[in-house]
């Protein structure tokens, strides 16, 4: 079963993706700040990552930048769940080696879902 | 200051605009310019008639007041540079508030919109078991989903416009055919008007070349416009949608409602941000105004052409051209 890291500080959002990826037969780990995303990387070793912008203590640009300046956790694909949508967001987030990114308005739960299947048979 | 002028020149309202932006009539500057001209004119009837009568030497005085008016113009420039950064600066805020509020309105509205996607999804799986539709319990969840996909749109435009304003908006420049993408929203828009007393109407050649533009935008600039088109044809009628592909650089496309029209006196304006016309207010007809702001843009910067004729009471047609993909 693959893994997935849901990283969300808004509480409702971070159950309704937990609850459709499980129903889709992932298995689920959360965190809900970049600090405490980090730990569960190292800890889990997640299949691919969710990961919010806007996020207390450590935001997503950091724990994106971190996780690719580790040997360990280069390769993991990160799919960046975020409702910043300027150019400014995307190119620097893209630069920083995220694998796509979602504007969470103009997204489906479904077409989420979807985008991550991609995502991992690319992998 | 304000009241001494509406006393004197009340046709002239050159502290309206500043009073509105907060400023003083000291920093204002259509004021500011007016008093520099006078006082221009006067210190040089003046020096000319001090020198001529009452100077030996008539380079002295001319000296003296040329050199109190550049100290007067440096003052009064500062003035004026003041004021303008002041207006500009209320007009950046603006902008920023609206791209603010926008993107803080997207974590509630992502919210809704998941929610209601897992609520679809799980009804529809406890149909699946029982194999009852829940047909009124559908019936709520579809109208939030469809509001909620309506504001959503609504911020994205909104977000749009402080984007434009910000000179930040940046476009996705890809091949695609302007007819199919038409086809299905006029398929779209008669299946929601269904019944309506609006029928809409498609006509387009067999073969349209493709164009080259911003897909996603121009799909928006589409429905904008058929939207309004619909929705300003209070009554029966029928509204024409038009492609044309004559072979030249660019593909025209056109849509011609038989509804109110635009008063002569407000076509200057259609374009303009926020604005909307006095006889559609007059009828009630719900709009924020922007929509053809954005359109206008989304148009021109893709290298394309905007625009529309218009009688009061008789109807519209709103057209645009895009560049063929080469």
Known sequence: ?123 | MAELQKKTLPHINFFSECERAGLSWWQCPPFLFISMGVLTIFTMLFTAIIAARYFEEPEVPTVVAVTVVAILFFVMGQSIIQGFNKIAQANRMKTEFISIASHQLRTPLSVFKWTLDLMVRDMSDEEKKTGVPNNELGRLVGALTDSTERMARMVNALLDVSRIDAGTIVFDSQPFSLSELTEKEVANFNELTGGAHVKIEYDAPKSVRPVKADKLRVTMVVQNLIDNAVRYTPGDGVITVRIEDAGGPSVKWSVTDQGLGIPETEKKNIFGKFFRAENVKREKIVGSGIGLYIAKSIIEKTGGKIGFESREGKGSTFWFTLPVAR
């Open chain 1, 1 to 123: 079963m693959q893994k997935i890291l849901v990283v969300e500080d808004e509480i409702n959002l971070r159950r309704s993706i937990e609850e459709i990826l499980s129903k889709e037969g992932y298995a689920v780990v959360s965190a809900s700040d970049g600090e405490e995303a980090l730990s569960v990387v190292e800890r889990e070793r997640p299949d691919l990552i969710l990961l919010d912008l806007v996020l207390p203590k450590k935001d997503g640009f950091s724990v994106l930048k971190a996780l690719r300046e580790n040997e360990a956790t280069v390769k993991i694909p990160v799919v960046v769940l975020s409702n910043l949508g300027e150019m400014e967001d995307v190119g620097r987030v893209l630069e920083l080696g995220a694998n796509r990114y979602l504007v969470k308005t103009d997204y489906k739960l479904s077409e989420v879902v979807e985008k991550v299947r991609e995502t991992l048979g690319k992998k």
